[in-house]
């Protein structure tokens, strides 16, 4: 006899649901801005890095550094805004949100996709346009949870990233 089996006649049947994975209850909406405002900043300095003449080897040497390492970094908070709307779109929001907010799937498309475009390019507007998204979603999500309050203090706190 299978041991589950065997254990099952003898403990009581329990049905546990979860909004998520892990319930941890604990969604907020900064992470994915401080990615996007870092996908913003890393655009505006790559666009700022000057290349040097082709004739110093070390100039370019250094130049290729410079704007590899940010090119990496920005692709890098570009996937990780995605994951962070991704999470509040598929565990946060339910679908009686999606009868106050008729809109809310397109929002995320567009996020999502702005997060894509910005590893495909380098583009302050682009950049921009995903930090834009990002406040967008993050006020319907706090009028969701009963709190738009909050939402002013998110958009203090984020607005002084830089």
């Not at 565990?91 to 498309?109: A, I, M, R, S, Y």
Request: proline share 5%.
């Amino acid at each position: 006899m299978n041991f589950n089996k065997f254990l099952s006649k003898f403990l009581p049947e329990i049905t546990a649901s979860a909004h998520c994975d892990i319930p941890c209850g604990i969604y907020e909406p900064t992470p994915a801005k401080i990615a996007a405002v870092t996908v913003r900043r890393m655009a505006e300095q790559i666009k700022g890095i000057e290349k040097p003449k082709e004739s110093d080897a070390e100039a370019i040497s250094h130049y290729h550094n410079d704007v590899g390492r940010r090119i990496q970094v920005k692709e890098e908070h570009a996937q990780l805004c995605k994951k962070e709307l991704l999470i509040l779109w598929t565990d946060f929001f339910k679908p009686e949100h999606l009868e106050k907010f008729p809109n809310l799937h397109e929002k995320f498309w567009n996020a999502a996709k702005l997060c894509s475009k910005n590893k495909q390019d380098v583009d302050t507007e682009l950049a921009q346009q995903l930090v834009d998204a990002v406040d967008e979603i993050a006020k319907i999500f706090y009028t969701a949870k009963g709190a738009p309050e909050r939402f002013e203090a998110y958009k203090t706190l984020t607005d002084k990233l830089y």
